[in-house]
């Protein structure tokens, strides 16, 4: 090629940047016109095969994470979407998924650690305003589920006055706001059948969260697919029980190594409180290796990580937490992030992993 074909290919390749910058604004204008139509009008559920989906919409802990939200799992059961957990990025990222709040069916809390329900508030105003629902959402718990949702309604209870005076109750249905609980017993030795709809069933189990009582894990089972939620639990006789065969177990994951560092950090620091609640902190959470041997022991399918703790910023410390783990269990093991979904369809063992992030 010529110079001077060049030199008129970059001339043209200018002028068609300089043409992109000009006018910017209604570029950006008409894909963001497309793209909110394609939004609103786009249903994922539709695009689901019949079966059982994860979709993760907090993958992280207490701590800060780019990548990890509170705790918040969702699970589409055939049609039905549950929430399991509403931590701090729960409303958020399930609408950054593209599920629509207002048709949650119902929502499952774990224990009542604050980082498992402090977006419980938004997410429950989203699925009020999302759908226009004339009843309130049912928020399944252990005991202390009324406190928690007392307290919601009443925080909420002004800003349900301003929303139905500014759009009317036939939008905004008062009847539909919020949430009612439902609270269930727990048994010793096996788990507790706590909602139960056709092919669908969920069922409840206590975990070992010391000090917290009540703390439990679920299992969803739908047809032929089943998935275990660990809650936060030190290794737990009963998750190993109720994961026995299923397709997923999603165990939550604290790196006790990366913690030390943690601590040690803090002591460098001369923080001591600090380097003591990190230390406490281990005492009431499972390692990945703890993780990866209940998964073995209960021959699950997948091993799903969550509640990821600590953060992991740099990519080489997936591999630190994940030392061990594939010594101990054989089956597929993936360290869950914001936007990471399952797929189960129903009839058969396949599992697809993908993100909608
Ligand atoms: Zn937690
Ligand atoms: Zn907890």
Redesign the pocket.
């Given at each position: 090629m010529s110079i001077k074909k060049i030199g008129i290919g970059l001339l043209v390749l200018t002028l068609i940047a300089a043409g992109l910058y000009l006018f910017r604004a209604p570029i950006s204008l008409a894909v963001a016109k497309r793209v909110a139509i394609q939004r609103i009008s786009s249903n994922p559920l539709k695009d689901l095969p019949d079966g059982l989906h994860i979709a993760v919409c907090g993958a992280g802990s207490p701590m800060p994470d780019e990548e990890r939200g509170g705790p918040c799992t969702v699970v589409i059961a055939g049609q039905q979407i549950f929430v399991f957990d509403t931590g701090n990025t729960s409303a958020r990222n399930i609408g950054k998924m593209g599920f629509n709040p207002g048709l949650i069916d119902g929502i499952f809390l774990t224990?009542f650690?604050s980082d498992?329900i402090d977006g419980m508030g938004e997410l429950l105003l989203q699925r009020w305003v999302s759908n226009a629902n004339a009843e309130p959402v049912k928020v399944h718990g252990p005991e202390g589920v009324d406190t928690v949702m007392n307290g919601f309604m009443q925080a909420y209870s002004l800003d349900r006055g301003y929303r139905v005076a500014h759009h009317g109750d036939a939008l905004l249905p008062q009847s539909g706001f919020g949430a009612v609980a439902h609270s269930f017993g727990l048994q010793d030795d096996k788990a507790t059948l706590v909602f139960e709809k056709a092919d669908t069933k969920i069922y409840a189990f206590s975990v070992t969260?010391a000090p917290?009582h009540p703390?439990v894990g679920y299992k969803i089972q739908y047809k032929d697919r089943s998935i275990v939620i660990s809650g936060?639990t030190t290794p737990s006789a009963n998750v190993q029980r109720e994961a026995q065969g299923v397709d997923v177990l999603i165990h939550e994951a604290m790196s006790m190594e990366l913690m030390k560092l943690m601590q040690e950090g803090a002591k460098a620091a001369k923080r001591d409180k600090l380097e003591q609640l990190m230390k406490d902190i281990t005492d009431y959470h499972t390692s990945p290796v703890e993780a990866a041997q209940i998964a073995a022991k209960s021959q699950v399918g997948f091993l799903l990580l969550n509640h990821i703790a600590p953060p992991l910023p740099l990519p080489g410390l997936v591999d630190v937490f994940l030392q061990g783990t594939s010594d101990v269990f054989k089956g597929k093991i993936q360290v869950a992030k914001d936007g990471d979904i399952l797929s189960l369809p129903a009839g058969g063992k396949t599992i697809q992993t993908s993100s909608r992030f």
């Amino acid at each position: 090629m010529s110079i001077k074909k060049i030199g008129i290919g970059l001339l043209v390749l200018t002028l068609i940047a300089a043409g992109l910058y000009l006018f910017r604004a209604p570029i950006s204008l008409a894909v963001a016109k497309r793209v909110a139509i394609q939004r609103i009008s786009s249903n994922p559920l539709k695009d689901l095969p019949d079966g059982l989906h994860i979709a993760v919409c907090g993958a992280g802990s207490p701590m800060p994470d780019e990548e990890r939200g509170g705790p918040c799992t969702v699970v589409i059961a055939g049609q039905q979407i549950f929430v399991f957990d509403t931590g701090n990025t729960s409303a958020r990222n399930i609408g950054k998924m593209g599920f629509n709040p207002g048709l949650i069916d119902g929502i499952f809390l774990t224990h009542f650690h604050s980082d498992h329900i402090d977006g419980m508030g938004e997410l429950l105003l989203q699925r009020w305003v999302s759908n226009a629902n004339a009843e309130p959402v049912k928020v399944h718990g252990p005991e202390g589920v009324d406190t928690v949702m007392n307290g919601f309604m009443q925080a909420y209870s002004l800003d349900r006055g301003y929303r139905v005076a500014h759009h009317g109750d036939a939008l905004l249905p008062q009847s539909g706001f919020g949430a009612v609980a439902h609270s269930f017993g727990l048994q010793d030795d096996k788990a507790t059948l706590v909602f139960e709809k056709a092919d669908t069933k969920i069922y409840a189990f206590s975990v070992t969260h010391a000090p917290i009582h009540p703390a439990v894990g679920y299992k969803i089972q739908y047809k032929d697919r089943s998935i275990v939620i660990s809650g936060d639990t030190t290794p737990s006789a009963n998750v190993q029980r109720e994961a026995q065969g299923v397709d997923v177990l999603i165990h939550e994951a604290m790196s006790m190594e990366l913690m030390k560092l943690m601590q040690e950090g803090a002591k460098a620091a001369k923080r001591d409180k600090l380097e003591q609640l990190m230390k406490d902190i281990t005492d009431y959470h499972t390692s990945p290796v703890e993780a990866a041997q209940i998964a073995a022991k209960s021959q699950v399918g997948f091993l799903l990580l969550n509640h990821i703790a600590p953060p992991l910023p740099l990519p080489g410390l997936v591999d630190v937490f994940l030392q061990g783990t594939s010594d101990v269990f054989k089956g597929k093991i993936q360290v869950a992030k914001d936007g990471d979904i399952l797929s189960l369809p129903a009839g058969g063992k396949t599992i697809q992993t993908s993100s909608r992030f």
